[in-house]
């Protein structure tokens, strides 16, 4: 059975119905707002924990703010 085929079929068996078609549409729409969102938070998670390791392992420069903040110095910065 060809692609063209099976199209043909669903269409006579009236396989999308407006409520099959709103169902795969929110599924769709669902899936593809979880997926931002999950990618979003791994990146921001991923990004906090390379800077923490970083500043661990005294590869950045960096100080405390006084409202408890890490700024990060540039490499040349001068110590105050």
């Known amino acids: 059975m060809t692609t063209g085929d099976t199209l ?3 269409t006579e ?4 119905t407006e409520s099959i078609m709103w169902l795969l549409g929110a599924y769709l729409a669902g899936s593809g707002a979880t997926y931002y969102l999950f990618l979003r938070q791994n990146f921001l998670k991923a990004t906090e924990t390379t800077i923490d390791a ?3 392992k005294g590869f950045l420069r960096y100080k405390k703010t006084s ?6 110095l540039k490499w040349n910065a001068i110590d105050e």
């Open 67 to 72: 409202d408890g903040e890490i700024e990060i």
């Open 13 to 16: 068996h009236k396989m999308f």
């Open 54 to 56: 970083l500043i661990e």
């Open 8 to 10: 043909k079929w669903m």
